[in-house]
């Protein structure tokens, strides 16, 4: 792997960072993700996209113009080549909100897409952050909500501890929101799922990511 992370900015909302990079991670800029950057003195190893929310094509020394037909969005272009790069962990910026909320779908099924790949994506919202795992476990630390959904058919095996609302080797569907609206009671709580994918939203509250 070449680095730790891989940082991608995109059009959305964007809070600001939890964590800067640092030398050894990879941070791309996907379209009108440029300009947090530029407000934000972030300096990006890649500008990529159609540049059609951006409005121009910026003048960087790393561009990679997309088209503006193609099956991919450009944060899951980006993502993909992050992963061919070698990248397991991924923090996502500015993939919520904004003037389309379908990306804000597109961006939430694309934490299952690493998951199905062994990696691991999270995706920031200002006091939140979405994530997801497939046949494993997550401790998380954080404060106020937790929910959990299947998103994916079925899960079976999933348990929750250190909530208000505890799961033990129960079965989650797609079609019945059973995991919404759960909270912290300890500092640190444990999800895991035996059998299927699920996709974990919680508060955060400091600047560490598990």
């Given amino acids: 792997m070449n680095g730790h992370e891989c940082y991608i900015i995109g059009a959305g909302d964007f809070y600001g960072l939890r964590e800067a990079p640092d030398d050894s ?9 440029y300009n947090y950057c530029r407000e934000n003195n972030i300096i990006p ?4 996209g159609d540049f059609d929310s951006l409005g121009e094509k910026p003048k960087h020394e790393h561009l990679l113009e997309l088209p503006v037909e193609k099956d991919d969005t450009d944060a899951m272009y980006a993502l993909k080549l992050g992963l061919e790069k070698g990248y397991r962990r991924f923090y996502i910026y500015g993939g919520l909100g904004g003037k389309r909320p379908d990306h804000s779908i597109a961006n939430l099924q694309s934490l299952l897409y690493l998951a199905n790949r062994g990696a691991r994506g999270w995706l920031f919202g200002e006091k939140y952050v979405w994530t997801a795992i497939k046949n494993s476990s997550l401790r998380i630390a954080g404060e106020g ?13 999933v348990s ?3 909530l208000k609302y505890e799961l033990s080797d129960a079965s989650l569907c797609s079609d019945f929101p059973l995991g919404v609206s759960n909270s912290f009671v300890c500092p640190e709580a444990e999800i895991s799922v035996s059998n ?13 990511i598990d």
Avoid: P, Q, W
């Fill in 25 to 33: 991670d990879y941070v791309i800029a996907a379209d009108a993700g």
């Fill in 196 to 208: 299927g994918a699920l996709i974990i939203m919680y508060g955060i509250k400091v600047n560490e």
């Fill in 160 to 162: 929750l501890k250190g």
């Fill in 145 to 157: 909500d937790v929910s959990v959904f299947c998103l994916d058919g079925r899960a079976e095996g």
């Fill in 45 to 48: 190893d890649l500008v990529l």
